[in-house]
């Protein structure tokens, strides 16, 4: 046969690869004549593992492109691509064809079509010629290109490839009677074709959609996506490309059998263009409309609320006149400190050595004032570093003390030894038992004082429920100003011992000395011990679990070394210096532990938890979207924050509450350093947590009051 | 005699230079480490939840190819592009040699953008790079980036549902995802597309620079799959 010598011989017909041997392949049994079959196709033997793409090359990957030259008068079709195979690539996966594949091109010969004059030989034939382009694949990618040429002989049949291409032919999807219909429902794609037919019936069917970029190609069947059959209609809902890029009106696709389902001389596939119902889920506008000089307008606003309260709020600027207000609401803020949990234990203390003295007036004359000298000092000393520090720029808050691991180990360590102080484990003032009636004379006082700057510092994180607006607003006054209100938030903290030291009728009101004090006392160790418990779970959330398992292992080391200072003789000298040795030991091992700090969550958590983090662009993204956002200002070492979190944030009701109107719920976590969240205080002219707004779009921000109550909560969310 | 001095002087200098190498190796190590365990952790099951465009974008910790810490939300308030990379495909090698890249990455640092190309490709991959080669490759390219990351975990590259390389993502400066897919618009190998095509991260920034609304904000990346860990 000429022909065949012809097609096999002629060089340019094959281009081989490392990885794919390619021919250009033709089949026209009739000859080239107009309306005769006449087909050419490429026909690619891939390296085992290697595969290339269909038309949706699917995740990754580029269809094979052929560019024909051909005579005037022919016209190439589209390629009729076979079936393909899905091919997972990891958590990716692609539509394409390993083995061997041919992909058959039909020619349409016109009229017009001249055949070139037969010289010589008499067997006239029309060159054909084909620039392939193809991504061939395994793991690595590699872009490969040929050309070919073909003579395909006019006269006679070209039949040497018509296995091949018959193969191809029965492997070709098959168009179905009806178009079914694709409808669009949120993130999913439910497809439903109809009058499939017997032999597909019950089987599971694999899914291509030719448009690129539609679905998630990884989906897998029974796994991310359903599909089932009602007599010979197919319903599958798949679901939706999460960067999808199409949005087409009509969706051609194409359904397989699997191939242990695929039976020889029996359509494999159906193919259909089915129109799209249902409304595409909005790509979200992106509205990236933040120019340089809006960026900079918003930088400068920024600055601003870092710099200078209320300056994004509608909460009414402060008056002058409103200084005595502000002192009077420090004065009657401190002495609410007295009913705080936080300065319980100190108000143990106080109680007790009250009773120990009782009848003494002069003593609990000095004592009082000795209290409210150390409470006011302190407040003073706490305040001015505060404005110090923020002048000096630092964005600190009020409780900012307790931010520092450090401070926290210390607070841990002295509440221990108060605590073992209070069982009995030791005595203060064993050492130096000679001299005691001086330490009698001048011990009290520096207790009593000392008691009070330790009540100052353990109230400080507890003022903002009651102080928090009137901090806020003496961090924006003159320096005088602030630290008179400092005074004055001291001076009502201490004011009922003060009282009580001047005013016999409330002395006398305290019970007599007696053995009922022992008991008090030891039972008052008790607080002290909690107030540990709170420390190490703080600490906790600065330095991690290492850290807080490393200071509760230290704190057992210096009790023990307290204990055994109280030894006597060669005991106490040996069991002490072993005790401090290894407590140096420890110290040194793992006592970094203690003061590092664990950085917050390295992915910013995931959508669809009720709290998010928050962010003042967050919140205004929020808000801009026209929804109601809801801001819990908190911190791990703010006792009221940690009660509203597990009673009014946690319930029921009130949640159900939240997402009936749809609020976003956002929480700032200040229990490290966060200038973020410092200046978003201030400018709420507050310095400290718990902080609790409500912003409505639209509307200025509700603040609730730091002791939530479920019924203000609901009340707030019922006016949105 | 004469030449002990400077070999020794030499000696000296090339352990400490194995040590410094050595402790930038094992800090990164412990990072990578560190951010690796702590992204699968909070990750979990939310592996496939890749943000779509108008959306947040989520936040990471990465090391760059020095061994620095780069966090996402550091940059807020500029925006940030990703570009997905790894110099072992084809498609990356089309738009670096041809200097594409390079010069798509100096027009947009130029204006303040921070750019971050992002290298998923496992260790395992015929083709990685460990840090210092893929470093020294972007150089011989005359590349740009602000930092170049490596992701060989995966991690990034699940969170943000990077398909190809190259992939690109651009953030806003509120940290929303306003773009996501290729480089440009013409999906092929062939150097001589690059001219005729529009290059979508150009055409991006410039519409977000000039305050208007992306045109092209979603479209096809194209390239070779990112050979994640499996």
Redesign the interface.
Known sequence: MPAAAQLSAKPGAVVTTPHVRAELVAHAPEGVAPGAPVWVGLQITHQPEWHTYWKNAGDSGLPTELNWTLPPGVAAGEIAWPVPRKIPVGTLANYGYEGTVLLPVPLEVSSTFKPPLALGTGASSMDIRLKATWLVCRKECIPEEGEFTLALPLQGSTALHKADFDATQAAQPQPLAKPGAVEVNGNKLQVRLEDLPAAAQGKTLGFFPETPELIRTAAESGKDWTQSWEGGTWTATLPLADQRSASPTTLPLVVALAEPDRQPGQPVAWRTEAPVSGTWPAAAAPRAEVSPALQAALAANAADAASAPASFTDLPPQPAGTFAVALLGALLGGLLLNLMPCVFPILAIKVLGFARQAGNRSAHRTAGLAYTGGVMLSFLALGGAMLALRAAGAQLGWGFQLQSPAVVAALAALFTLMGLNLVGVFEFGRAAPNSLCSAQARHPIANDFLSGVLAVVIASPCTAPFMGASLGFAIGLPATQAMLLFAALGLGLALPYLVAGFVPAIAKLLPKPGPWMGTLRRLLAFPMFATVAWLVWVLGQQSGIDGAGTLLALLVCMAAIVWALTLRGRTRLVIATVLVAFTAVLTAAIGRNVLQTVEPARMASAAGQRWQPWSADRVSELTGAGQPVFIDFTAAWCVTCQYNKKATLADAEVLADFDSKKVAMLRADWTRRDPAITAALTSLGRSGVPLYVLQAPGKPPVVLTEILRKDEVRAALAAL | MSLSPSSDSRSIRAARQARAALSRASRRAVVAAA?AL??TF???N???????????A????AVDTSGAKHKL?DF??K?VVLEWTNP????VRKHYNSGNMPATQKAATAQ?VVWLSVNSTERA???YLQPAALDAWMKSQKASPTAVLMDEDG?IG??Y?A??TPHIF?I?????L????GIDSI????PDDIKSATNYVNQ?LG????????SA??????????????
């Open positions: 951010v702590g992204a909070l990750m979990g939310h592996a496939f939840a890749a943000p779509a465009v108008g959306q947040q989520p936040d990471f910790v939300s807020a308030g925006f072992g495909c084809p498609f303040g991959a015929s083709d991690v699940q969170a549902g398909r190809t651009i806003d400066p509120k940290g929303m306003v773009y996501a897919g999906a092929s190998a062939r991006a519409e977000a620079f000039g305050g208007k609304p992306i904000a979603s479209t096809r990346p194209y390239g070779c799959s990112v050979k994640y860990k499996s």
